[in-house]
């Protein structure tokens, strides 16, 4: 009994069609998964990329905010603070007021910079101050204020409390800065002279 071999590839020099397609679907797949891979890698790079700038950018503000004259954005805050507003709003707009900020060119700079070719304007980045009144806090912390933006609601909301009077001495710095659609809020203080 002679048996015949069947060989499926046919013993050519070569390889099929169905060889040659098998393998463009499979090369596909692969190069299909690593496409994917590097576009989200890129996505989170550059979303990573624009938060770092936001926080940078707030970081720049709140060290711009803190070497100020105590005294006289203390005397500026509770002047202009009423039982409807209890905080103070900064941002590009407030540059003008060269009472409180001596250099309006220095003062555009911080609160409407432009980094990697996006400008930030009043909109996109703010300064709110606070003062270290407990009667003003509790408000504040039981009713924000519409003005304040959600993110900065909640780091108010989970704020401490202080018992001691130091309003003469502090004023509660907050800096939200907006990036794409985001707002990052960072907070600081502004300290009287006589204790930094």
Known sequence: MCQKKMNIFYDKHGFTLIEVLLSIVILSFVVSGMFMFFTNAMTYTAY???????????????????????QTINAYVHD??????????????????TSL??????????FAPTVNNVTYDEEDVQAWLIPYDQAIWSQIKTNPPNEFPDPLKQTIQNEKDIKENVSDYLLRLYVTVRSNNEVIVLKGVIANESIR
């Open 48 to 70: 990573s990329q624009s938060k770092t700038v936001a926080v940078n950018i707030a970081r720049g503000v709140i060290h711009y905010m803190e070497r100020l004259d105590f």
């Open 101 to 110: 900020f001596p250099n309006e060119d220095v003062c555009q700079a911080v």
């Open 80 to 97: 202009h603070m009423t039982e409807q507003t209890p905080f103070i709003r900064f941002d590009a707009s407030s540059c003008s007021n």
